[in-house]
Structures are given as structure tokens and as C-alpha cells.
Nanobody, 116 residues
């Protein structure tokens, strides 16, 4: 059974930074990608950033230039460095793992609130 555990959320002022971490445990086969999604109240869950098994990355247009996704394969972990945070970044952030054999795994989520 694969589990994802996120950490690093919190309250930060506009312009501040946070670093989210996600560690995957369990037996993982046919790794596809890991990434971060977010969901604000009343809105649909949306992709923030993803890093694939090839090392390629993709970002939502709204976070390009401000967020950076990285991975540590030895630790089965993925990170999201978030800089220049804006109130519009306030949301629950979810870690996602995609494998070609099972599909999607999700973490419980970590809250990010950007407010003065």
C-alpha cells in the first residue's frame, strides 16, 4: 500500500515563501510522475506542478517563475519551493503520485494560506 505524507504548509504573508515536502512510502512500481495539485474553496482541483520519470517538469501558468518542483528519487520524495506567494495561492495543496500500473495516489493535503 502506497502512502503519501505531505508537510510544510502554513500561514505566510504575501511575498513570502514556503517549501512543501511529500514523501511516498510502500511498494512503488512503474513510476510515472509526482506532482502537486491545489484546491481552493469553491474551485476545482488544479495542477500546480509535475515532475515526470524522465525529469521533465510542467507548471501551471499562474505559478511559473515563482514555484519550483524537485525530486529526490532515493527518498521517493518530491518538493515544491514556493516563492513570491500571493493571496490567490491560498488553497489546500495535495501531493500526487502517478504509476502506470495503478494510477493516481493522493496525500491528505496540506493547507497554504497567504494573508497579511
Amino acid at each position: 500500500q502506497v502512502q503519501l505524507v505531505e508537510s510544510g504548509g502554513g500561514l505566510v504573508q504575501p511575498g513570502g515563501s514556503l517549501r512543501l515536502s511529500c514523501a511516498a512510502s510502500g511498494s512503488i512500481s512503474r513510476f510515472g510522475a509526482m506532482g502537486w495539485y491545489r484546491q481552493a474553496p469553491g474551485k476545482q482541483r488544479e495542477l500546480v506542478a509535475v515532475i515526470r520519470s524522465t525529469g521533465t517538469t510542467n507548471y501551471a501558468d499562474t505559478v511559473k517563475g515563482r514555484f519550483t518542483i524537485s525530486a529526490d528519487n532515493a527518498k521517493n520524495s518530491v518538493y515544491l519551493q514556493m516563492n513570491s506567494l500571493e493571496p490567490e495561492d491560498t488553497a489546500m495543496y495535495y501531493c500526487n503520485l502517478y504509476t502506470y500500473d495503478i494510477g493516481d495516489y493522493w496525500g491528505q493535503g496540506t493547507q497554504v494560506t497567504v494573508s497579511s
